[in-house]
């Protein structure tokens, strides 16, 4: 049978984690394609999917290249136009999670999916989710572990941005979506677990995502807002690595982020300022009914 969507998940040195992402993807309860991007294992992770999912098609790089790298390459890869993303320390908890996701593309402007996740390591707090069942409601952005991806969109819009490595690149995708016209829709569905692997380099996460917060801001924030979006952003970062325990990091990524602004110039189209005023008050309420956003911007 012909695969409606493909389910991505990238990974490195989390081979046990993997295993159980992977049984329950091929549990699903339509024809998918499954794409494992190895980002240079050493681990064995790679040889483990080819022996335990024969299923399963898996691309290993020699060296790590990044998430956002693997991201887009997995895009290239991938034969069908949606892209269901869940990260490799995460699992589907019933069959039916990938179908219901693609049934929410119900309008040509929503070009990404957030499903509905719990953190299960931290609390029992659904996240991700639509304020009802009935209604088309929009977000500002999805997360990286339980979203889908219209993949079409997503290669016109030139994918992800290499340069941020890892973090943020959801939250810029979900800005310039939305300047072009596309977006982000949340769902009822059952939820995908996330296990948060302890396997994560805490310190050098919170620097990439204080650095990418800045660009974001360089990229996309108009002119007449960007000085105290700016000052806003690096605040709000500092204040996180303060309560995480690494405000060192938190303020080196800062620190970047300024100082590289100048070398992705060209980079820059920024939102409109009724397009900013609109993503901010989504960003403030959540989420939105699409058709209350398309009157405000009209």
Same mark, same amino acid.
């Given at each position: 049978?012909?695969?409606?969507?493909?389910?991505?998940?990238?990974?490195?040195?989390?081979?046990?984690?993997?295993?159980?992402?992977?049984?329950?993807?091929?549990?699903?309860?339509?024809?998918?394609?499954?794409?494992?991007?190895?980002?240079?294992?050493?681990? @064995?992770?790679?040889?483990? $999917?080819?022996?335990?999912? +024969?299923?399963?098609?898996?691309?290993?790089?020699?060296? !790590?290249? %990044? *998430?956002?790298?693997?991201?887009?390459?997995?895009?290239?890869?991938?034969?069908?136009?949606?892209?269901?993303?869940?990260?490799?320390?995460?699992?589907?908890?019933?069959?039916?999670?990938?179908?219901?996701?693609?049934?929410?593309?119900?309008?040509?402007?929503?070009?990404?999916?957030?499903?509905?996740?719990?953190?299960?390591?931290?609390?029992?707090?659904?996240?991700?989710?639509?304020?009802?069942?009935?209604?088309?409601?929009?977000?500002?952005?999805?997360?990286?572990?339980?979203?889908?991806?219209?993949?079409?969109?997503?290669?016109?819009?030139?994918?992800?941005?290499?340069?941020?490595?890892?973090?943020?690149?959801?939250?810029?995708?979900?800005?310039?979506?939305?300047?072009? @016209?596309?977006?982000?829709? $949340?769902?009822?569905?059952? +939820?995908?677990?996330?296990?948060?692997?302890?396997?994560? !380099?805490? %310190? *050098?996460?919170?620097?990439?995502?204080?650095?990418?917060?800045?660009?974001?801001?360089?990229?996309?924030?108009?002119?007449?807002?960007?000085?105290?979006?700016?000052?806003?952003?690096?605040?709000?970062?500092?204040?996180?690595?303060?309560?995480?325990?690494?405000?060192?990091?938190?303020?080196?990524?800062?620190?970047?982020?300024?100082?590289?602004?100048?070398?992705?110039?060209?980079?820059?189209?920024?939102?409109?300022?009724?397009?900013?005023?609109?993503?901010?008050?989504?960003?403030?309420?959540?989420?939105?009914?699409?058709?209350?956003?398309?009157?405000?911007?009209?």
């Amino acid at each position: 049978m012909t695969p409606e969507a493909t389910i991505v998940i990238t990974t490195r040195n989390r081979r046990d984690d993997l295993r159980v992402s992977l049984t329950s993807a091929l549990k699903q309860d339509l024809p998918l394609e499954i794409l494992v991007i190895d980002d240079g294992s050493t681990d @064995g992770t790679a040889d483990m $999917v080819r022996a335990e999912f +024969p299923s399963v098609r898996v691309e290993r790089s020699d060296k !790590p290249l %990044g *998430l956002i790298v693997q991201r887009n390459r997995a895009a290239e890869m991938a034969s069908t136009n949606f892209i269901v993303s869940i990260d490799d320390d995460a699992e589907f908890t019933s069959p039916s999670i990938v179908s219901t996701a693609l049934k929410a593309f119900s309008d040509p402007r929503i070009a990404a999916v957030g499903i509905p996740f719990i953190d299960v390591k931290l609390n029992s707090n659904l996240q991700q989710h639509s304020p009802e069942p009935n209604g088309v409601y929009i977000s500002h952005w999805y997360i990286g572990t339980a979203h889908v991806l219209r993949r079409d969109v997503f290669r016109k819009l030139g994918g992800y941005r290499g340069f941020f490595f890892v973090q943020q690149e959801e939250r810029e995708y979900s800005m310039r979506m939305f300047r072009e @016209g596309y977006f982000v829709r $949340v769902i009822t569905c059952d +939820p995908i677990h996330h296990y948060l692997s302890p396997k994560r !380099p805490r %310190g *050098l996460n919170m620097m990439y995502s204080a650095r990418n917060q800045c660009l974001i801001c360089w990229l996309l924030i108009p002119a007449t807002r960007l000085p105290v979006e700016f000052a806003r952003v690096i605040w709000q970062q500092l204040r996180i690595g303060f309560r995480r325990g690494l405000f060192l990091w938190a303020a080196w990524g800062a620190i970047r982020g300024g100082l590289e602004a100048m070398r992705y110039l060209p980079f820059r189209k920024s939102m409109t300022r009724k397009q900013f005023s609109e993503y901010h008050r989504i960003t403030r309420m959540g989420s939105v009914p699409l058709d209350e956003l398309l009157r405000r911007l009209a």
